[in-house]
């Protein structure tokens, strides 16, 4: 996903949500990367922020529910793996407060920021509801960013 500052913010942000937090991000097209452009990157991120406090992670079956169980122990372990990448590469985390349920696999919506292009995580499909957001200036930034990017955007 990209977010220039003359989009519809707050649509934006919606998308980006359900992009990436969807089935848990266990998407082959999940929104795992955001490109920000750097004027609105500070109001995005209290906007993405403000947004995944509400996220309620829980029984899938359950209507109310926004974000369910990891589909195995494995792929659990392998996201926690990623999550520590991420903050030993110098990434900065936001995950929302709040309990996660006591049986099976969880893994609260997870937020990136301040990070780089070269990051494992921006580079690297987690497959899992870890979002990284990286910081543009313009256009032909996010563009060359993307085609940077092995696997280029979905």
Known sequence: N???EDAPLDQ???????????????VCCAGSRLFVQESVYELILRKLKDRM???????????????????SKGQLKTINEYIKIGKEEGAEIYQPSGTLPKKGYWCKPTLFCNVAQSNRITQEEIFG???AIVRVKDYAEALNLINKHEFGNG
């Open 53 to 71: 406090q509400s996220l309620v992670v829980g029984d899938p079956l359950d209507k109310n529910t926004d974000i369910g169980a990891i589909n």
């Open 129 to 131: 509801p870890v979002l």
């Open 12 to 26: 934006a942000v919606e998308g980006v949500i359900n992009g990436i937090y969807f089935n848990q991000g266990h």
């Open 2 to 4: 990209i977010i220039f």
